[in-house]
């Protein structure tokens, strides 16, 4: 006989096609309209820009300088990069290629976020799985950041994929446990933070192992199976760049003063418990919900793999709220699914045993009524969500991240009807607009210096431009020897923003070189007006 029970049981054993249905969906749309709409922003034009060089030296087979440009990359660790020039072997990068790549591990990571789901022995865990793939694939956050290429989304996947290689050698075979060091390295080769936050967390845990749980001989050949070998790695590669210990403090020290005396205490305590309800969470109700399960996630203190997802995450939140000189939303990007797991999990647990209290009261309509208001209010956010990851993608850049019309940059604001603006018609001015009049004014082939730029106008994203530019030939032969461009931006523009002010806007007042000098003369001048920049072209014969 067919039973509820059945039909429930029979669809949990396809949840994971369920998932994989849904993130290469969402993904299509995200290629299609949100991908084709997103300007080029400064960090992912400064990657880009290096990724062009690296597959400069993979197409004509110079592996020397493919090394040598990657140990040049010591800032920033290149295995994104090794990754992201891929596409190079198939046909020459670009931004849509890069991106694509991106996109992938968007596919990869919600799968990876149902899979460390089911690995935590937890009741009900294909459920929570589901819930959880569910809230990263609809999570404006990951839309935002599958849109655009920087390394969160790389570094959600490896972070995600170490923590169940860990779980799977603490449940199975210990030799996995030297995979498990691997993962931390490679995560690190991601990014450092990624990997030495991640270890943190795992020391921490192992440590409760050690003094609670009394395991001591099995924690600390655990322990050492695996810090060992990453800590070999560490040290290898730090030296290996001729004693970078204290560039790589720095780093994660992120000295960056960026957000300083912008709010009062209470902003930065709530900054980042903002971040995951009202960013990552695509429904507010539901965000606020995983929130104070999670903060209940005690509860699996003795659960290994819970423990660990907790305090990875509870160790991030703090050290990120303390560092108010730079607080930004993406920076808990790697932790929220962990957020959402222990968060639903908890849920879960209070839900079963609601069900139950009512069940024995005969009262077993209430958990539907309640359900299905639940239903009710997910499909309306979901409704609503399209337009809400414009407007978050937007916010969390502060840039005008899809060209939107009179955007302004907004720093601790939390009310969500302030983040929209409209979207651009199709006539638009567009970044990409500026360069393509840059270079069919002056000659690519001489000597061009620039004066001004913004984040959307960025010296990496222009170098990319103006080498696929020179290879189409569609500069001008001039006299001048040399130019000079002058980029001005007016004080009402969309690029007009804190970052620029605090970046940007001091590299404007070098125009006294061209000014002072009468050998430059001006030989044309554009004002973008809907993007609120005047354009200056100097030449020098």
Request: glycine share 4%.
């Given at each position: 006989?067919?039973?509820?029970?059945?039909?429930?049981?029979?669809?949990?054993?396809?949840?994971?096609?369920?998932?994989?249905?849904?993130?290469?969906?969402?993904?299509?749309?995200?290629?299609?309209?949100?991908?084709?709409?997103?300007?080029?922003?400064?960090?992912?034009?400064?990657?880009?820009?290096?990724?062009?060089?690296?597959?400069?030296?993979?197409?004509?087979?110079?592996?020397?300088?493919?090394?040598?440009?990657?140990?040049?990359?010591?800032?920033?660790?290149?295995?994104?990069?090794?990754?992201?020039?891929?596409?190079?072997?198939?046909?020459?990068?670009?931004?849509?290629?890069?991106?694509?790549?991106?996109?992938?591990?968007?596919?990869?990571?919600?799968?990876?976020?149902?899979?460390?789901?089911?690995?935590?022995?937890?009741?009900?865990?294909?459920?929570?799985?589901?819930?959880?793939?569910?809230?990263?694939?609809?999570?404006?956050?990951?839309?935002?950041?599958?849109?655009?290429?920087?390394?969160?989304?790389?570094?959600?996947?490896?972070?995600?994929?170490?923590?169940?290689?860990?779980?799977?050698?603490?449940?199975?075979?210990?030799?996995?446990?030297?995979?498990?060091?691997?993962?931390?390295?490679?995560?690190?080769?991601?990014?450092?933070?990624?990997?030495?936050?991640?270890?943190?967390?795992?020391?921490?845990?192992?440590?409760?192992?050690?003094?609670?749980?009394?395991?001591?001989?099995?924690?600390?050949?655990?322990?050492?199976?695996?810090?060992?070998?990453?800590?070999?790695?560490?040290?290898?590669?730090?030296?290996?760049?001729?004693?970078?210990?204290?560039?790589?403090?720095?780093?994660?020290?992120?000295?960056?003063?960026?957000?300083?005396?912008?709010?009062?205490?209470?902003?930065?305590?709530?900054?980042?418990?903002?971040?995951?309800?009202?960013?990552?969470?695509?429904?507010?109700?539901?965000?606020?919900?995983?929130?104070?399960?999670?903060?209940?996630?005690?509860?699996?203190?003795?659960?290994?793999?819970?423990?660990?997802?907790?305090?990875y995450a509870a160790v991030n939140i703090i050290l990120g709220t303390i560092?108010?000189?730079?607080?930004?939303?993406?920076?808990?990007?790697?932790?929220?699914?962990?957020?959402?797991?222990?968060?639903?999990?908890?849920?879960?647990?209070?839900?079963?045993?609601?069900?139950?209290?009512?069940?024995?009261?005969?009262?077993?309509?209430?958990?539907?009524?309640?359900?299905?208001?639940?239903?009710?209010?997910?499909?309306?956010?979901?409704?609503?969500?399209?337009?809400?990851?414009?407007?978050?993608?937007?916010?969390?850049?502060?840039?005008?991240?899809?060209?939107?019309?009179?955007?302004?940059?907004?720093?601790?604001?939390?009310?969500?009807?302030?983040?929209?603006?409209?979207?651009?018609?199709?006539?638009?001015?567009?970044?990409?607009?500026?360069?393509?009049?840059?270079?069919?004014?002056?000659?690519?082939?001489?000597?061009?210096?620039?004066?001004?730029?913004?984040?959307?106008l960025s010296q990496p994203y222009r170098n990319i431009l103006f080498s696929?530019?020179?290879?189409?030939?569609?500069?001008?032969?001039?006299?001048?020897?040399?130019?000079?461009?002058?980029?001005?931006?007016?004080?009402?523009?969309?690029?007009?923003?804190?970052?620029?002010?605090?970046?940007?806007?001091?590299?404007?007042?070098?125009?006294?070189?061209?000014?002072?000098?009468?050998?430059?003369?001006?030989?044309?001048?554009?004002?973008?007006?809907?993007?609120?920049?005047?354009?200056?072209?100097?030449?020098?014969?």
């Amino acid at each position: 006989m067919l039973t509820l029970r059945k039909i429930i049981n029979d669809a949990e054993k396809h949840l994971f096609w369920l998932v994989l249905i849904l993130a290469v969906t969402v993904s299509i749309f995200i290629r299609f309209v949100y991908q084709a709409k997103a300007i080029v922003v400064w960090d992912e034009g400064f990657h880009s820009e290096w990724i062009y060089w690296l597959s400069d030296a993979a197409r004509a087979g110079s592996w020397a300088d493919f090394w040598q440009i990657s140990k040049s990359s010591f800032h920033y660790p290149p295995l994104f990069l090794w990754i992201m020039v891929l596409p190079t072997f198939i046909e020459p990068v670009s931004i849509a290629s890069i991106r694509f790549v991106n996109l992938l591990f968007y596919i990869l990571s919600a799968i990876t976020v149902y899979l460390l789901a089911l690995s935590t022995s937890t009741k009900y865990k294909r459920i929570i799985g589901l819930l959880s793939a569910g809230i990263f694939i609809f999570s404006p956050m990951s839309i935002t950041f599958a849109t655009i290429a920087l390394r969160e989304m790389m570094g959600v996947f490896f972070t995600l994929t170490t923590l169940l290689i860990y779980i799977y050698s603490y449940k199975k075979r210990p030799i996995y446990l030297l995979l498990t060091s691997v993962s931390f390295v490679v995560l690190s080769l991601v990014k450092y933070n990624f990997g030495i936050l991640l270890f943190s967390a795992y020391f921490l845990s192992e440590a409760f192992e050690l003094v609670i749980v009394k395991r001591r001989a099995k924690t600390f050949a655990r322990f050492f199976i695996v810090s060992v070998p990453y800590a070999v790695f560490l040290i290898w590669w730090v030296f290996i760049y001729h004693d970078k210990f204290g560039h790589l403090l720095k780093l994660l020290q992120n000295e960056t003063v960026y957000t300083a005396g912008l709010t009062d205490i209470t902003g930065y305590l709530l900054f980042y418990p903002r971040a995951v309800v009202l960013f990552y969470s695509p429904s507010v109700f539901f965000g606020v919900l995983a929130l104070v399960g999670f903060a209940f996630g005690i509860y699996f203190i003795k659960n290994s793999p819970m423990r660990l997802m907790w305090l990875y995450a509870a160790v991030n939140i703090i050290l990120g709220t303390i560092h108010t000189e730079n607080v930004q939303e993406r920076y808990i990007f790697t932790i929220f699914p962990c957020i959402f797991i222990v968060g639903i999990s908890v849920l879960v647990e209070i839900w079963i045993r609601i069900y139950r209290f009512f069940s024995h009261k005969n009262l077993r309509f209430l958990p539907q009524i309640i359900l299905l208001v639940f239903s009710v209010i997910g499909i309306y956010d979901l409704v609503r969500l399209p337009g809400l990851v414009y407007a978050v993608g937007s916010y969390t850049n502060k840039v005008a991240l899809y060209n939107e019309i009179g955007f302004k940059d907004l720093w601790f604001d939390y009310n969500r009807s302030h983040w929209r603006f409209p979207l651009p018609e199709e006539k638009t001015e567009k970044p990409y607009d500026v360069f393509e009049y840059i270079a069919k004014t002056v000659d690519l082939t001489k000597p061009v210096s620039f004066i001004g730029e913004t984040n959307e106008l960025s010296q990496p994203y222009r170098n990319i431009l103006f080498s696929e530019f020179k290879r189409s030939g569609i500069s001008p032969q001039l006299a001048p020897r040399e130019f000079t461009v002058v980029t001005t931006v007016s004080p009402t523009s969309k690029f007009y923003t804190h970052d620029y002010k605090l970046q940007h806007i001091w590299k404007v007042q070098n125009r006294f070189i061209v000014d002072a000098d009468p050998t430059w003369e001006k030989i044309a001048e554009k004002e973008f007006k809907d993007l609120g920049v005047k354009i200056e072209i100097f030449g020098r014969k």
